[in-house]
């Protein structure tokens, strides 16, 4: 809690002193020699190590088109000679827009040409102050300020007014108030925060909050005004058709860590594991953590005294984990030479059915030399394919899912580094602080997945002659927790499901949440080990890996939820995009019109927030309406037959002029050379933005053919009799 003890009103306004935003043209036909009237942006940097620095926002009123008061939210810069409104901003407010040719002045001798600016008025809340301001239009002036959220607590008299309630919290600036109108704003009267470097500044719109916070973030440099959009680069690498992959090379921190697990790792008298964390550097450059630990604390017990239910299960998750010997409490008077404390926080999940509260541990916060615990952690290689897991798991005619019941939580770590996974708590607000150490396995460290699929691996190695079937499914069919296999027949899957229950329990871990297609597979389950009635709802679906599987129909399924809207914004179309999750692409077509749509969005120049255009709005609507048509799609799980003979991959490549695409299908050949046929994957790329003719799009859809292949053989790890490759394409066979 900051407090702060005096106001000074006898400073002289011209003593605040501001970081002003850097000023970043877009590298685009845009910049420019000066050559025409010309602005000036001043140049302020704000450097992620070792402090966060508050720029001053205020909560402005502005007009728009019918003389309506609309709030938006502005940053203050002293540096700068103009004013400036973002091009989202000037739309939402409908202003008119005049056209100017105005080069502005930014850092490192770069100019920017702005073709547009808009006449508004600003007011403040009461309207006792009111400016006319001619505005540049840009793009965008900076990314959200603060970049992250800033814990700070800032405890004033009812009688004071902060001009941003909320500038703690990162949010989009709409407008920039340069030095045409900061001295304006300024009023008598200054508040300093006791023990900080906060500085309360009194204005027309009430006290903007500057200065810097002891709070480390991550270590870059953040140049505000116009910036390239870090998802329009993305974005951008991602149509290029050009575009490498850098080939793998020897990973020299993976080979250590494997090293090390191999050299430290045991089990104890009951067979747990016990692992050693690998350190790239010596612990000792850590420096003070628990005092940031503490302050997290105290910022979540605000929250947890507000909210009963939240205190309840975040009291409820800490009892667990220490009856359960997964934590400890330090009894020791005496500090070890090395500890890092982890602050922690929870997240609600209202709709989960168990699980409502995951407790996050962040061990990348930084100590006070700016280094954490996942700075110096060696992450270890972690090789783990969603798209082979379930291409394997569509050979089994007797299929099931089941997770592994807290695996990080039934893995030792070597009592030697437990303190470097110390947590504080306290039992009530103003209750005695208590430092405990975490003794396992923890989610939130870099290492963590490769510790806990390394385990896996060694558990199936070690027990390899007791449980054969085990060995193989914990290597092959499983996904960080979950194991999706099964069996050629009901009697080997339950001899399976078995020797995974006894192989897991060797080591301390148990199975649960069991689901299968086959009702007697389930009867071979403990009652409490299956997450629903097999007969209860026959309609029931089950997440596995991601997508929906029905286990009484035996199919993939998927299911849309999306609103339609009078209008959509480019951000808003990559999120349906992103929501469609289909890591096989048995919705290839769907996908592929999305994705050329977003392309043409792209092409336009168009910012995340803004409204899509009048032709391609009516598109993206048409488009929308008909997703619930995904509902209907149903994909065969069991590619294969009870009496199947031999087995044959069809192939097929095509391109146009939008987009090219591959896709398989598995040929299944049975008894009176009948066969079965069932799609197994596509993928499909959207055509790049420099014009390519039709016959080389149609050579990278065969190129896109036989590297789906190659995947699907290695994944599938079947016997195939022949592959059957087709392509239209005379010209491309040609090449």
């Not at 953590?289 to 909210?307: E, F, H, I, P």
């Not at 596995?544 to 599987?549: D, V």
């Not at 919705?587 to 592929?592: A, N």
């Amino acid at each position: 809690m900051i407090h702060f003890p005096r106001e000074n009103s006898g400073n002289p306004a011209s003593n605040l002193k501001l970081d002003a935003p850097a000023f970043v043209p877009k590298q685009s036909e845009e910049t420019a020699e000066a050559n025409s009237q010309s602005q000036f942006v001043a140049t302020g940097i704000e450097k992620g190590k070792p402090k966060n620095v508050l720029l001053s926002t205020i909560r402005a009123l502005v007009k728009n088109k019918f003389s309506e008061w609309v709030e938006v939210r502005c940053l203050l810069d002293v540096g700068s000679q103009s004013c400036l409104c973002t091009r989202a901003c000037a739309e939402r407010l409908q202003l008119r827009m005049e056209k100017v040719n105005t080069v502005v002045s930014c850092v490192n001798d770069a100019s920017m040409i702005v073709k547009n600016c808009v006449k508004t008025s600003v007011a403040n809340r009461d309207k006792s102050f009111k400016r006319e301001l001619l505005m540049l239009v840009v793009n965008k002036i900076t990314d959200f300020i603060p970049n992250k959220v800033i814990n700070v607590d800032v405890d004033v008299s009812e009688f004071v007014s902060l001009a941003d309630p909320s500038f703690n919290v990162p949010d989009k600036i709409d407008m920039l108030l340069g030095a045409e109108i900061f001295y304006e704003l300024l009023r008598p009267g200054q508040i300093y925060a006791q023990n900080s470097q906060l500085l309360l500044q009194n204005t027309v719109f009430g006290y903007v909050v500057s200065g810097s916070v002891d709070q480390v973030v991550e270590d870059r440099v953040h140049c505000g005004l116009i910036l390239d959009d870090d998802l329009n680069k993305t974005l951008k690498q991602f149509w290029e058709i050009e575009s490498v992959d850098v080939e793998c090379t020897g990973n020299t921190e993976a080979s250590l860590c494997e090293d090390h697990f191999v050299r430290t790792h045991k089990r104890n008298k009951e067979g747990i594991y016990v692992v050693s964390m690998a350190l790239s550097r010596d612990p000792s450059c850590l420096g003070n953590s628990k005092d940031m630990a503490v302050r997290q604390l105290n910022s979540l017990w605000k929250r947890l005294s507000r909210d009963s239910e939240y205190l309840s299960l975040y009291t409820d998750f800490l009892r667990e984990y220490e009856d359960l010997g997964h934590l400890e409490r330090v009894v020791e008077s005496s500090e070890p030479p090395t500890q890092y404390y982890i602050p922690h926080h929870g997240v609600l999940r209202p709709d989960k059915l168990t699980t409502k509260l995951r407790v996050v541990f962040n061990a990348s916060s930084p100590t006070t030399t700016g280094i954490s615990l996942n700075d110096i952690l060696m992450k270890g290689d972690v090789i783990e394919d969603v798209f082979q897991t379930i291409s394997r798991f569509r050979r089994h005619k007797f299929a099931f899912t089941t997770d592994i019941q807290k695996m990080y939580r039934q893995i030792l770590i070597d009592p030697d580094q437990q303190d470097l996974q110390r947590i504080v708590w306290k039992t009530g607000p103003n209750a005695e602080v208590s430092a405990y150490r975490l003794k396992t396995v923890t989610y939130g460290m870099s290492n963590a997945p490769f510790l806990a699929i390394r385990t896996l691996q060694q558990l199936a190695e070690d027990e390899k002659s007791r449980f054969p079937l085990a060995s193989e499914v914990l290597l092959h069919d499983t996904y960080m927790d979950d194991i999706v296999s099964g069996a050629p027949d009901l009697e080997t899957a339950r001899r399976l499901q078995s020797q995974l229950r006894d192989a897991l329990k060797s080591c301390g871990m148990t199975l649960h949440k069991w689901s299968s297609n086959s009702p007697e597979l389930l009867n071979s389950s403990l009652s409490t080990d299956v997450e629903h009635s097999f007969s209860i709802d026959t309609d029931l679906s089950v997440k596995t890996l991601g997508i929906s599987w029905k286990p009484f129909q035996d199919r993939f399924v998927f299911k849309v939820s999306i609103s339609i809207k009078p209008s959509y914004t480019k951000r808003e179309v990559l999120s349906v995009i992103a929501r469609l999750y289909d890591p096989l692409g048995f919705l290839g077509p769907v996908l592929t019109r999305a994705k050329v749509l977003l392309q043409r969005l792209w092409q336009q120049r168009l910012d995340w927030d803004d409204v899509l255009p009048n032709p391609i709005a009516d598109e993206w609507k048409e488009f929308v309406t008909t997703m619930k048509c995904i509902e209907k799609v149903k994909i065969i799980r069991f590619i294969l037959t009870d009496t199947w003979l031999r087995v044959v991959l069809q192939g097929f490549a095509d391109a146009s002029e939008a987009a090219y695409g591959a896709v398989v299908y598995l040929q299944c050949f049975y008894q009176n050379n009948s066969a079965k046929v069932t799609i197994l994957a596509s993928k499909s790329r959207v055509a790049p933005i420099r014009v390519i003719s039709i016959p080389r799009l149609e050579l990278c859809a065969c190129v896109l053919l036989t590297q789906l292949v190659q995947k699907i053989r290695s994944s599938l790890r079947l016997e195939i009799s022949d592959i059957v490759l087709h392509t239209d394409s005379t010209i491309a066979l040609a090449w």
